[in-house]
């Protein structure tokens, strides 16, 4: 066999050799829903705002740096600590420049829904991938309500805001499940006049809701319709945020599925619109404890004792879906280590996420030696041993972090390419996850790999 080199890597590659279980007592990173929000509202909050837990991923930290751009003054302390001064929402600024918020859709749609409500001009921008993604479902809520925003062509951004008219509250019926729409427009509705109401298809994250709530604000929810009355202002208070248990849930997975492992993830928070993975693994036949049930800064927050066992193969609920909708990727793993099959059906959201999560899990899985297939709202997976090889993330943090999982399962070696953007919700994963028993070793941008 001849080496050729290959060219340089111009992102992180994992390569990992095949590992057997997890084991340890871990904790993740902070939750990156709720530390955008702490930030946006600390931001136009009146008074100093304390957040603890805070996660320090490239993501959020965009948002902090929009927001310091806008003239709040913001200052970091130790890991996860900041404090914002925030002299309420009207003492926002427009930014001197062009707002850049990476590879966060979070970030952009609930930035675009706030600057639109306070009437503040600014071009949001992002990296290829948030570029590419579709921004008219919250253009379109927010122009009925008077905002005035130009999209790229296409639908997706750059998003310039102009300056308009006070905006109107609406009441505005979501085509999709989606948290980042709803939150959109509710802090539009909060410097809009009148009341603005959003109904659900179904139950998404309510973050935002609770949070707000934390800030002083009178929000309304009665099953999938949430109000909330305009003119309303933050008062700063101090909040912790849990762990994520979107990035739980890849330990979660590794552990579930590996007969051997024993894993305790601590502090993780349980909001019940985010648990679905738990619900989906259970029906799997996983043996996940929630230990030390608590309440932190009005959200649930828990300790998870993982046993690894041999999952099954089901037709995940489509009611499940939204409860789930950032662990299918994982989910997706977890599919291949059980016996028999795993439908996914309804998760069409998946494919406008960092990236079509539906293609890139498929086509990935497939060069590991699974056997599935892909469907416009989901997959059919068939469980199997895999035979290792080369998946490409194409550049998604939780694609990346499911692929590494996958060498629980697999019989040769695994490299995952462009794994550089793991960052933006869980920096330190490969040590984590090295420290737990994945055999991952990182191979930083810039480094020449060899080819067989
Ligand atoms: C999020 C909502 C979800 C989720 C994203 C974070 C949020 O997106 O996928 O990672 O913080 O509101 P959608 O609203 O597009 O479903």
Known sequence: MTQSAAPESTSTTYRLEPATELTGSIKVPGDKSMSHRSIMFGAIAEGVTEVAGFLEGE?????????????????????????????????????????????????????????????????????ASLSARPMRRIVDPLSQMGASIVTGKGGTPPLVIRPAATLAGIE???????????????????????????????????????????????????????????????????????????????????????????????????????????????????????????????????????????????????????LAIDEFPALFVAAVGATGQTVVTGAEELRVKETDRIQVMTDGLRALGADLSDRPDGAVI???????????????????????????????????????NVNTSFPGFARLAGSTGLHIVESPAGSTSSRV
Do not use: W
């Open 172 to 322: 505005y019926t979501c085509p999709m499940a989606s948290a980042q729409v709803k939150s959109a427009i509710l802090l539009a509705g909060l410097h809009a006049s009148g009341t603005t109401v959003v109904h659900e298809p179904a139950i998404t994250r309510d973050h935002t809701e609770r949070m707000l709530r934390g800030f002083g604000v009178e929000v309304e929810v009665a099953g999938l319709t949430v109000s909330l009355k305009g003119g309303q202002r933050l008062v700063a208070t101090t909040l912790t945020v849990p762990g994520d248990i979107s990035s739980s849930a890849f330990f979660l997975v590794g552990a579930s599925m590996t007969p051997g492992s024993s894993l305790n993830i601590n502090g993780v928070g349980m909001n019940p619109s985010r648990t679905g993975v738990i619900d989906i693994l259970k029906l799997m036949g996983a043996d996940i404890q929630v230990l030390n049930e608590r309440t932190s800064g009005g959200e649930p927050v828990a300790d998870l004792k993982v046993t690894g066992r041999r999952l099954q193969g089901i037709h995940v609920p489509e009611h499940l879906v939204s």
């Open 382 to 420: 068939n469980g199997c041993r895999l035979a290792g090889g080369t998946a490409d993330s194409c550049g998604d943090h939780r694609t990346a972090m499911a692929f590494a999982m996958a060498s629980l399962i697999a019989d040769g070696p695994i490299s995952v390419l462009d794994c550089d």
């Open 59 to 127: 993501d959020s930290l965009h948002t902090l740096a929009a927001c310091q751009a806008m003239g709040v003054r913001i200052e970091r302390g130790g890991p996860g600590e900041v404090t914002l001064f925030g002299e309420g929402a009207r003492s926002l600024k427009p930014p001197g420049k062009d707002i850049y918020l990476g590879n966060s859709g979070t970030g952009m749609r609930l930035l675009a829904g706030l600057l639109a409500g306070l009437n503040i001009p600014a071009t949001l921008t992002g990296d």
